[in-house]
């Protein structure tokens, strides 16, 4: 018998990806490869999730602009598509700037992905599911937040757990600690990144950070880029799991998004956290190998040509 379903609620984003080997030039011309892919951190989660075998679905808003277009590419990764169709809002886009050392940088336009809401949640979506995942995205919006209220009771009736992934520091900075303690209530499972589990449990350490969020929600396991994660539970660390060695990294963008989807799907088939959290490091591993926060599917352009890039351990975020 099949697991059940992985429901993601999330955000579809075009992302337009431009690789740069020197640090850009200000007031002229700086030479970068420039390519357009599909993204989103809830998108390239389910897309990942469905990589390592699960059963994927993804609620999302996208513009009218592009709506199609995301629909076929997330369902040519094995992703079941629930997207509304913003009239007003075009969908998100990120230009994410990648330096010689695969690191990113992103400018951000939510468009029509911060403004899924309460209207476009059904109870139904939850019939077959296993787990509900939130991007962090969404949950510190307003309309998300408000989509949550509703989602969140509704998972909780089912016996369903709940994961999230607290999405950046810069959104977390902006709402501030008390609005990010309601956004978080009520999930079980917290994957930040070691700079986002400092801001919410106001430790530097990441061993203490995964102690204290752990104790707080339930499980959180903390990712550490080219270390690995720190996986807790309960208020104990379990394990910290290594990074994986011998990985030429191209574009960090979505490793940490490939990482929350290859731990699910692990998850959804029944590994324990430790082993869970090693599967999550192959897939940033995978991500960070490729152009772009998907793993291939055929159906977009070739990858921008390889360029010289370090051999070192993967960065999962």
């Known amino acids: 018998m099949s697991a059940g ?5 999330g955000e579809v984003v075009t992302d337009v990806v431009a690789l740069h080997e020197g640090p850009l ?10 390519a357009v892919r599909p993204g989103g951190a809830g998108a390239n989660a389910a897309a990942w999730a469905a990589a ?21 590419e997330l369902a040519a990764a094995g992703v079941t598509a629930h997207l509304a169709v913003d009239p007003q809002a075009p969908t998100a886009v990120v230009i994410s700037l990648v330096d010689g050392h695969a690191e990113r940088t992103l400018v951000t336009d939510g468009g029509a992905a911060v403004r899924l809401g309460p209207a476009d949640w059904s109870d139904d979506l939850l019939e077959g599911a296993a787990r509900l995942h939130f991007s962090g995205y969404q949950l510190l919006s307003g309309p998300g937040r408000a989509l949550a209220a509703l989602a969140l009771p509704a998972a909780r009736a089912a016996g369903l757990p709940v994961s999230a992934d607290p999405a950046s520091t810069g959104f977390l900075q902006r709402c501030g600690p008390g609005a990010v303690r309601e956004a ?30 752990s104790a707080r929600y339930g499980e959180a396991v903390v990712t550490l880029g080219a270390q690995g994660a720190m996986v807790a539970a309960g208020g104990r660390v379990l394990a ?3 990074g994986v060695p011998g990985v030429a990294a191209l574009d960090s963008t979505g490793a940490g998004d490939a990482f929350t989807g290859g731990l699910l799907a692990a998850r959804l088939a029944g590994a324990d956290p430790v ?14 190998a490729l152009v772009g926060a998907r793993p ?16 070192g351990r993967a960065a999962v975020r």
């Open 5 to 9: 379903a992985l429901l993601v609620v």
């Open 25 to 34: 030039a200000p007031h002229t011309d700086t030479a970068a490869r420039i």
């Open 52 to 72: 390592g075998g699960a059963r994927v679905r993804l609620l999302a808003r996208a513009g009218a602009d592009s709506a199609d277009w995301h629909r076929a």
């Open 184 to 213: 978080f209530a009520g999930v079980g499972l917290l994957l930040p990144n070691r700079a986002e589990a400092h801001l919410l449990a106001g430790t530097g350490d990441p061993a203490a950070a995964a102690e204290r969020l």
């Open 240 to 242: 910290r799991v290594p």
């Open 275 to 288: 082993e869970a959290a090693r599967a999550g490091c192959r897939a940033g591993a995978a991500a960070v």
């Open 296 to 311: 291939p599917t055929g159906r977009t352009g070739p990858d921008v040509p390889d360029r010289s890039a370090s051999t």
